[in-house]
């Protein structure tokens, strides 16, 4: 007896996709560690011979499975020190592969949000479930090819369910989820698993004999909404195995733009460090105009070779877009810093400049080099 082939879901709809890089400060690293990959490895602080009072930021899983992870004091980390690379953390260099990440899946997608550094989500054409998986199959490949960094998919017809279903496939996997499959995938869950709920918020929903999302079905959805507001509606309406229906969240604008060199050789000379940030500018200031913004404060950043920063910062009278007025004052911040009691005859690893107080630019307006 022949099989009849399984139909094709002819039913198409608008798909939310959330991107969540796996262990990225961790897979940042890799990329210019490639011998460390499949190691056990962390980025975390100095641990001042255990003294320090930091925290593990990322952990590859190898060393997951040796008792690291996120957000552990580097106290107990230092224990068990001599099963782990111990990577110093350069927030500088992580903030530019994210910026390259995001510029990427700007091209894919008009309508990608930004939430994190490693965080995003965007919308799909009207697609069939099958077809918004397989967009994210090629999309996950193609970032893992060009970036050589892995990442998580969740998708469903809700960011908060996205979100959730992103948790769900790490690490490097892809979880749909359908609305006919949301009360088998919600139901068991944790309240706290749902995003906006902190320990606040759990401990109330605790007090309604709420510890998992099913649990909330049984409380009145007025007590959920005193509870929790518009969220408790929401948790009421994943109890009930439905996908809670969100509006798109509106973009908003950059609070800051900046670019970052992280030097081959450390350098202690002002002259070729300052060649260095004359290059920034000359990056930073057409981006600045292309994005139609002007900027009321420049900020320049260093990070010594002993991995300790520094940051001088001015704000100007008026806002501008002048490249000029940005490589002038990005130079005397930097002198500052070079000649401070701080460098203590330091040298340079890494350079940064950044503008912060953005404004869009009246249309319009003639932007004069001064």
């Known amino acids: 007896m022949t099989r009849e082939a399984d139909p094709i879901d002819p039913r198409e709809k608008v798909w939310v996709v959330y991107l969540d890089m796996d262990a990225f400060y961790l897979s940042c690293e890799l990329t210019r560690h490639p011998e460390l990959r499949g190691s056990p490895a962390i980025v975390a602080h100095d641990p001042k011979e255990g003294k320090g009072r930091g925290v593990v930021l990322s952990a590859s899983y190898e060393a997951r499975a040796l008792g690291f992870r996120s957000a ?8 068990l020190r001599h099963l782990v690379q111990w990577l110093p953390p350069d927030f500088e260099f992580y903030q530019a592969v994210s910026d390259r990440v995001m510029e990427y899946l700007r091209s894919h997608s008009a309508s990608l949000r930004v939430f994190s550094i490693d965080e995003a989500a965007y919308l799909t054409e009207e697609l069939s479930a099958g077809e918004a998986e397989q967009e994210a ?20 017809t809700g960011l908060t369910v996205a979100k959730m279903a992103s948790d769900h496939a790490k690490p490097g996997g892809i979880r749909i989820v359908k609305e006919e499959d949301a009360r088998d995938f919600l139901a068991h869950l944790p309240v706290r698993k749902v995003p906006g709920i902190g320990p606040v918020a759990g401990r109330a929903l605790e007090g309604l004999g709420v510890k998992l999302i099913e649990d909330a079905a049984k409380v009145p959805a007025a007590k959920l909404r005193s509870a929790l507001g518009q969220l408790g509606l929401d948790l009421r309406e994943m109890a009930e195995g439905r996908v809670p229906s969100e509006g798109w969240p509106e973009e908003t604008p950059p609070k800051s733009m900046g670019q970052m060199i992280t030097f081959d050789s450390d350098l202690g000379d002002p002259e070729p460090i300052q060649a260095e940030l004359k290059t920034l ?6 981006a600045i105009r292309k ?6 404060g420049v900020s320049v950043t260093v990070r010594w070779e002993d991995l300790d920063g520094a940051q001088k910062s001015r704000t100007l009278k008026l806002p501008t877009d002048s490249g000029e007025v940005l490589r002038n004052v990005g130079s005397d911040l930097l002198n500052e810093l070079l000649r401070s009691r701080e460098r203590a005859e330091r040298k340079v690893r890494t350079l940064g400049l950044s ?6 630019a009246p249309v319009g307006q003639r932007k004069l080099e001064v």
């Open 281 to 286: 500018s000359e990056h930073l200031g057409p």
């Open 72 to 79: 552990q004091p580097v106290k107990q980390a230092w224990l």
């Open 291 to 296: 994005s139609g913004h002007l900027f009321k």
């Open 137 to 156: 199959k090629v999309l996950q490949q193609r970032i893992q090819e060009r970036f050589h960094l892995p990442c998580s998919l969740g998708i469903a």
């Open 355 to 360: 503008v912060y107080n953005l404004r869009p």
